[in-house]
């Protein structure tokens, strides 16, 4: 088992920034590719960003490229989404996941894929 917690979320205005963290304790951090996922009220849950176990492949969804940046620090046990140029439509609980894999350089887009989830954080943009 593993246990995902993630914090950092906020109401800010557009354009600001903020920063997602999601600490894993139980199993070793890095056998997991990661991955944020958030859901706005009436919608489904989307794939966001999602991280290798090695950290060297990382991809976005089109909404985030060019805003949004994932990492990781696996001798924190610890992965980011730094984001900026937040927009109202932003607004979402945001989710981190972990994949239990053993592709060093794999990671999915694919909700169904990932085996923990934490608990949530709330990201709100006001305009």
Known sequence: QVQLVESG???VQAGDSLRLSCTASGRTFGG??????RQAPGKEREFVAAISRSG??????DSA???FTISRDNSK???YLQMNSLKPEDTAVYYCAADVTYGADYY???????????QGTQVTVSS
């Open 9 to 11: 979320g906020g109401l």
């Open 108 to 118: 999915s887009r694919r909700t169904r894929e990932y085996d923990y989830w934490g």
């Open 65 to 67: 490229k060019g805003r």
């Open 32 to 37: 997991y590719a990661m991955g944020w996922f």
């Open 77 to 79: 046990n610890t992965v």
């Open 56 to 61: 060297g492949s990382t991809g976005y969804a």
